[in-house]
């Protein structure tokens, strides 16, 4: 009835959904403590406002975009490039 393929089980498969970790969070660039019961802490060097009481209070911290990550040597900086 059903075919031991390695083709018809990859179609089979289900897809795992890719879960956003900023879920229920608003992204700003600058965090303030909105009650009492807000908590600011940091995880793997971005910073969170968690609250328990009030969820809509939950705030992460904007990553800055990196910009201008070129390297600079000699041969890219040729009038003539070799490529």
């Given at each position: 009835m059903y075919?031991?393929?390695?083709?018809?089980?990859?179609?089979l498969q289900t897809i795992v959904p890719m879960y956003n970790i900023t879920c229920n969070m608003k992204t700003k660039t600058v965090l303030h403590r909105r009650c009492k019961y807000c908590v600011l802490h940091w995880k793997e060097g971005v910073k969170y406002v968690k609250c328990k009481v009030s969820p809509r209070h939950n705030q992460v911290q904007r990553m800055k975009q990196p910009r201008n990550t070129w390297i600079l040597t000699f041969a890219s900086q040729k009038p003539i490039r070799d490529w």
């Open positions: 075919s031991n393929n390695i083709s018809s089980k990859t179609l």
